[in-house]
């Protein structure tokens, strides 16, 4: 194949972010003192590779789809192929204008009108002021807030704002297009509008990069994938079969519960089967596990069932809870399948462990520590879905609202 | 789909230092200008007496100017001239240099998603701060103009160089407000910093007063200050006041050129790490 033929070509590029764990220095004065103290320091710096050997060949018009799980380096990517960043080592050439959407609305401004929003926006994300002028009508067509062009967005509605904001990107006509994950905003309809333009997109000749943890909309607008995986290319190859053994991949880190021996407990009962119902949860919508538990010895007793969520990074996430607590005990004159749900768990994105205690009174029966691994999807259920999560301390987000109740 | 004028873009490791690309800013006027008009609109949004604190700022620092130091401090401006013109032909210059630097120092910090988010040379970013600073300039001249009649005073010939001077208080302001917008992309302390060392910066510049009101064995402390012979330039050009010293003059002009190309050469460095850091 030459070269030509190809719209992005990656020779071994990767990315390194260095990181000090403790005693960062964000202000002139801690710098200047970690400077004098240099060698009695405890900070300890980390090189985290983000990204490694990163070898990639992407032909002109082809649709490419970008998958893996949070932190495997999707977004990492994305910003080096937008020169957004730039790489440790490694070179990456590309032919054509690359248009890239890695957020709707970047620099909307709420003070502005929609009108000039819009001629903010498009400059932005890289068009001259006469491409506007060209699709300004396309532009507000697209997004249906045409009485409303002349009012500050900060008097839009949410959903009005983030179709503006959409309206604009999609009208970026680049010969390279970088998509990361912002077709999940808006109601239904508006979604379906948006697949809609991104299939017109997809179909018209150019070459698109297309992240989303969303594998249906992979599946319809791609033809190869990517798997990341920790950083480096696990597979590229057609979108079925790379979906396929992205989904393996999630679920071979389940725990296998069957070996039961070396585990704590009288043994009466033991967990042999624990899992999520899907391996990647939204924030905000219920985390439902199904619990497998087989009886062992015969006991009079009924038990309680303890469930425990760990967070990779924060420990201990949601207190331990226990049936019990609803006055709900479970007999153990037969095997069974209980569905646990855990209900209105807004859990930040990222990995975590499910564990499942069986208790008889107060004798340990069996402890599953972990009893399943699942991962909340990095979408947040907000406004402005794209939010970046490394940076956000905390376990857990929730609905919120703000109200001006007073000004003055 | 082969195409005779396809853009071939390379991506790098960074490694080569690199004043202004302006090939590159070129390809974005447009984001420039965009960016630009954004901050002018933006400004005095939501206020009262809108525009008008263009003219007001200015007006207001030299009534506080002409009581302090012509009626307290009785300082007298030279020949003749009320000394209310004469601070507000120093507040002329100075606001270009402290406007520019103040606003584009800022400016990327408080254009973080865009950094983060967008490509484009992000020297766009604190260059664009320099439309609000012409606004600010225009308003605060015609003002002037409109002044100068009702004081008496005349235009001399050397007014023609006034475009010259607020050029070289623009890049001197550009220089030293891209090095610290890229500082502050790491180290936020320059915010604080900044304002301080921009109000002792006034005092250090013959703005109140002249360099040659300046008693003769402190006279050295102001000169060192570049931007000295430029402010005396601009009173020079506006006032027909005393012209700069030729040494004084080319001091400060070298000076102001090593910083902006310094300022930029630094930003240029720092350029590709700000969405890393920021």
């Known amino acids: 194949m030459s070269s030509s033929e190809l719209a992005i070509q990656a020779k071994n590029v990767a990315k390194s972010y260095r990181i000090i764990h403790e005693e960062k220095a964000t202000t002139l004065g801690e710098s200047l003192v970690q400077k004098v103290r240099r060698g009695k320091t405890r900070s300890v710096a980390e090189t985290f590779w983000a990204l490694k050997d990163i070898n990639l060949e992407i032909k002109k018009g082809e649709v490419v789809g970008i998958i893996g799980r949070n932190g495997a380096g999707k977004s990492t990517l994305l910003k080096l192929l937008s020169r957004i960043t730039a790489p440790t080592t490694g070179e990456i050439t590309i032919r054509g204008r690359v248009g890239s959407l890695l957020e709707v609305g970047t620099g909307f401004h709420p003070e502005l009108t929609g009108r000039e929003n ?48 959409f309206a604009v990107a999609a009208h970026l006509e680049p010969e390279i297009m970088i998509v990361d994950e912002v077709l ?49 290319i696990r597979a590229y190859g057609p979108t079925e079969e790379i979906i396929d053994q992205y989904s393996s991949m999630v679920e071979s880190e389940a725990i296998d519960l069957s070996d039961y021996k070396r585990r704590v407990g009288t043994g009466d009962v033991r967990f042999s089967e624990a899992s999520p119902v899907k391996p990647v949860f939204d924030v905000g919508e219920d985390k439902v596990f199904r619990l497998r538990i087989d009886r062992h010895r015969p006991n009079t007793g009924e038990f309680k069932i303890m469930i425990g969520v760990h967070s990779d990074w924060g420990g201990c996430t949601v207190c331990w809870i226990e049936s019990s607590f609803d006055q709900l005990l479970f007999d153990t004159s037969s095997s069974m399948t209980v569905d646990v749900s855990l209900r209105n768990l807004w859990l930040k994105p990222g990995k975590y462990s499910m564990l499942a205690f069986a208790k008889f009174g107060d004798d340990l029966m069996d402890a599953a520590n972990p009893a399943c691994r699942f991962e909340v999807n990095d979408l947040f259920p907000y406004k402005q879905p794209a939010v970046d999560t490394t940076e956000l301390y905390g376990l857990v987000v929730c609905p919120f609202e703000f109200k001006v109740v007073e000004s003055a | 789909m082969e195409t005779k004028d396809e853009l071939i873009t390379v991506i790098r490791p960074i490694t080569r230092w690199e004043v202004l690309n302006v090939k590159q800013i070129l390809a974005f006027r447009d984001l420039l200008l965009a960016l630009g008009i954004r901050d002018i609109k933006l400004r005095y949004r939501q206020t009262l007496l809108g525009i008008a604190w263009v003219v007001l700022q200015p007006l207001i620092t030299s009534v506080i100017f002409g009581f302090v130091f012509g009626e307290i401090a009785k300082l007298k401006a030279p020949n003749g001239l009320p000394y209310f013109l004469f601070s507000y032909a120093g507040m002329l210059g100075w606001n270009v240099f402290a406007g520019t630097i103040t606003k584009s120092a800022g ?16 020297t766009i970013v604190p260059l664009s701060s320099m439309f609000s600073t012409f606004v600010d300039f225009g308003v605060a001249l015609a003002m002037f103009f409109i002044l100068l009649p009702i004081f008496g005073v005349g235009i001399t010939l050397p007014i023609l160089l006034t475009p010259i001077w607020v050029l070289l208080l623009l890049m001197a302001a550009l220089g030293l407000g891209l090095y610290c917008s890229a500082l502050m992309v790491t180290y936020r302390d320059v915010q604080y910093i900044l304002p301080v060392a921009v109000t002792f910066l006034l005092y250090a510049s013959p703005v109140p007063y002249a360099l040659d009101m300046v008693p003769e064995k402190l006279q050295w402390i102001i000169a060192a200050n570049p931007l000295t012979g430029v402010l005396e330039g601009m009173r020079w050009s506006l006032l027909g006041t005393s012209a700069p010293n030729p040494l004084a003059l080319t001091y400060s002009v070298v000076m102001i050129l090593c910083t902006f190309v310094l300022g930029a050469l630094l930003f240029g460095r720092a350029e590709r790490r700000f969405a890393d850091v920021i």
């Open chain 1, 118 to 165: 819009v001629y903010l926006n498009g400059a932005i994300l890289g068009m001259s002021r006469k491409e506007i002028d060209d699709r300004f009508d396309a532009i507000v067509d697209f997004s249906g807030v045409e009485q409303f062009l002349d009012t500050p967005v900060k008097r839009y509605s949410s959903g009005m704002y983030i179709r503006l904001a």
């Open chain 2, 107 to 122: 400016s990327l910090v408080q254009n973080s998603a865009l950094v983060s988010k967008v490509y484009f040379p992000k």
């Open chain 1, 184 to 232: 999940a905003v808006g109601d239904a309809e508006f979604q379906k509008k948006c697949l809609q333009k991104m299939q017109d997109v997809a179909t018209s000749g150019r070459t698109v990069l297309f992240v989303s943890h969303n594998m249906a909309s992979i599946a319809t607008l791609c033809k190869r994938v990517i798997l990341l995986d920790k950083g480096t």
